[in-house]
């Protein structure tokens, strides 16, 4: 399981459940876990810094590199 954090101010923003070892690129809604502080905002999903995080791509978002961090286990 994934933290994903703003890059940007640091705050935690949702729980994923990764699958594979590959870069996130994108997360699957129905993989969200637990949303912490992660904000929908004209289709993205942004922290409440204002940064934007990704974009809403209907059963996933589209992750914006270098926005966020994560820390944690992925899953093979
Ligand atoms: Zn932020």
């Known amino acids: ?15 994923y459940d990764k699958i594979g070892p590959g870069e996130v690129l994108r997360c699957h809604k129905n993989r ?7 904000q929908i905002h004209e289709h993205k ?3 409440p810094c204002g940064k934007d995080i990704g974009i ?3 059963t ?3 992750m914006i590199a270098k926005a ?5 286990t ?3």
């Open 1 to 15: 399981m994934l933290t994903i954090h703003c890059a940007a101010c640091r705050k935690k923003l949702w729980r």
């Open 32 to 38: 969200i876990k637990k949303m912490y502080n992660g």
């Open 74 to 76: 992925k899953r093979n």
């Open 60 to 62: 996933l978002y589209k």
């Open 56 to 58: 809403d791509k209907g």
């Open 68 to 72: 966020f961090t994560y820390k944690g």
């Open 45 to 47: 999903i942004r922290c």
